[in-house]
């Protein structure tokens, strides 16, 4: 995803807290965003991502676009991205992310905020298993 002036790349920790710089002057250009998965580790079948975004000031982002998605780290598809729902006070979530398999996975979050600022991350994270 490119957008021009806006787009900063860096690794997503689930469950801590890491900062994402947009670039560009504006005031609350800073995005901080944490991601959780429950259950943690994940296990092979459905995990719930919850989404918090931030701004540089503390104040929680709202009208965002917010996607994940994962790859097994044995394959170089670009899989469709899962729209998080948007729960109000900067939180956005899907319920129920498919893992298929046990093993290595690339976790990408995306957020696209209404004033035109994007920001992702990746994330190696090791999915639990047999299927459940």
Excluded at 7 to 23: D, E, T
Excluded at 59 to 66: D, N, S
Excluded at 76 to 84: C, E, F, G, L
């Amino acid at each position: 995803m490119k957008r021009a002036g806006t787009l900063a790349r860096a690794g997503l920790i689930a469950g801590v807290v890491l900062p994402l710089l947009a670039c560009g002057n504006d005031a609350g250009g800073e995005l901080t965003i944490r991601v959780g998965l429950s259950p943690t580790p994940p296990l092979v079948g459905d995990a719930r991502v919850i989404v918090h975004v931030v701004d540089g000031d503390g104040v929680p982002v709202e009208g965002a676009t917010v996607e994940i998605s994962a790859t097994p780290a044995s394959t170089t598809d670009r899989p469709t991205p899962t729209v998080a729902s948007e729960q109000g006070g900067g939180r956005y979530i899907v319920p129920a992310f498919p893992f298929a398999r046990a093993g290595e996975w690339t976790l990408r979050s995306t957020v696209l905020t209404a004033d035109g600022r994007a920001v992702e991350r990746e994330e190696a994270i090791r999915v639990s298993g047999p299927p459940r």
